[in-house]
């Protein structure tokens, strides 16, 4: 069984900063990509920020510059840095792997509430 469990969201003012971590655990052979979604209320999910097992990254265009995503593959974590968040960041966010047990399969960890209000 393999779990995602996230940490890190609260409540900030506009033009804070918060880390989430998500921390991947079971019976884990290989992790593959990593990444972070939202979802407000009243909107469909989207990407925020992907990295590869060997360190490539990709973010959505309403976070490039602000937020920077990083994995440390010998904890079986990944990390969202948000910086200068906006109002607009406000949302759930959904941590994300590809995780190989005996295949490969996706997994989503639970979701941690980020609140930018001041």
């Known amino acids: 069984q393999v779990q995602l469990v996230e940490s890190g969201g609260g409540l900030v003012q506009p033009g804070g900063s918060l880390r989430l971590s998500c921390a991947a655990s079971?019976?884990?052979?290989?992790?593959?990509?990593m990444g972070w979604y939202r979802q407000a209320p009243g909107k469909q999910r989207e990407l925020v920020a992907l990295?590869?097992?060997?360190?490539?990254?990709d973010y959505g265009d309403s976070v490039k510059g602000r937020f920077t995503i990083s994995r440390d593959n010998v904890k079986n974590t990944v990390y969202l840095q948000m910086n200068s968040l906006k109002p607009e960041d406000t949302a759930v966010y959904y941590c994300?792997?590809?995780?190989?047990?005996?295949?490969?399969?996706?997994?989503w960890g639970q979701g941690t509430q980020v609140t930018v209000s001041s």
């Open positions: 990295i590869t097992s060997g360190g490539s990254t």
């Open positions: 079971g019976s884990i052979f290989s992790i593959y990509g």
């Open positions: 994300n792997a590809q995780i190989e047990v005996v295949t490969v399969n996706e997994y």
